[in-house]
């Protein structure tokens, strides 16, 4: 049997290697951070530089990488890395599924085709939803942090993680189709849609984002919840990604979504601050 002075070395122990671990994890998350934002300054400072933009075309393809390794790094802080790993598979099979149906017949988001200038973009757009998801769903956990305790605080989070998808992809089809040629639209382009792009096609990032979430929601999950302060990760790769698209659009005089990326970013920013503030002034309560 241990005796009281073991049991309390044990305790601090466990303590102590607790706080290492946490040190690890948060020293991580801030270094994939911080590679994760390099690459995104220098991919909006080509975007106003005199060099041609398909010489810098291939890092869009590492700021989804290095978006996805931060985003899962974050993630880990307050998950185990298996159920993050979980769900994050599940939203890139479903991801995988969905863009390789809609390239093949145009269902659900519409006909579209990639030019020669997508190379491995195609590959790496599973990716894109997991970015979306997890950091979408972080945004809006931040920003319901004064209805954590409330029954419908789950519906909440899900629901504005589908609309925070679609807004997503609002900054993301002008900067992909007119600033980029990744992709064309194969629609008639005297309806009404968004620079190019039809309006089903958000339609179907609104219920594909849904059919993510319903599958992956419970791993991401903390069995264990224990109280923390506001985490700020997700609404930085969020912001970084999007004024990445802004960038974009701004050189491509494309005043609308500039204008609709900017508010949209302004208005998320404003709602978290006000949740983590809140969180901050109730710790009981949050």
């Known amino acids: 049997m241990l005796s009281p ?61 290095l978006g996805t390794a931060t985003t899962l790094i974050g993630q880990m802080r307050r998950l185990p890395a298996q159920n993050v790993l979980a769900a994050a598979g599940i939203c890139f099979l479903i991801g995988g599924i969905v863009q390789a149906v809609g390239a ?30 997890f950091n979408g769903r972080g945004v809006a956990r931040l920003i319901f942090r004064p209805w954590r305790k409330t029954r419908t605080y789950g519906l909440r989070v899900i629901a504005l993680t589908c609309v925070l998808a ?14 980029n040629d990744y992709w064309l639209w194969q629609v008639n382009q005297t309806r ?7 309006w ?22 903390n069995k264990k919840p224990v109280k923390s302060p506001p985490f700020y990760h997700p609404l930085m790769v969020w912001l970084t990604v999007n004024l990445v698209f802004a960038s974009g659009v701004s050189t491509s005089r494309l005043k609308l979504a500039l204008l609709a990326i900017l508010g949209i970013c302004a ?17 009981r309560k949050a």
């Open 5 to 65: 002075r073991t049991r309390r070395s044990d305790r601090s122990t466990l303590a102590v290697n607790s706080a290492s671990d946490t040190d690890r994890a948060k020293l991580a998350t801030g270094v994939s951070l911080g590679f994760f934002m390099v690459c995104a300054a220098g991919r909006a400072i080509t975007f106003f530089g005199s060099a041609q933009n398909e010489r810098w075309m291939w890092l869009d393809a590492m700021l989804v990488l």
């Open 104 to 133: 093949a017949t145009g269902i659900p988001f519409g006909a579209f085709t990639y030019t020669e200038h997508a190379s491995v973009l195609p590959w790496l757009l599973p990716l894109v939803w997991v970015i979306v998801v």
């Open 166 to 179: 679609v807004t997503f992809a609002l900054g993301l089809e002008p900067y992909a189709v007119k600033v």
């Open 192 to 198: 009404w849609g968004w620079f190019g792009t039809p």
């Open 200 to 221: 089903i096609c958000f339609f179907a990032w609104l219920l594909t984002a849904l059919l993510m979430l319903a599958f992956a929601t419970p791993f991401l999950i």
């Open 267 to 283: 208005l998320l920013f404003s709602a978290s601050m006000a949740g983590a503030r809140w969180s901050l002034r109730h710790p």
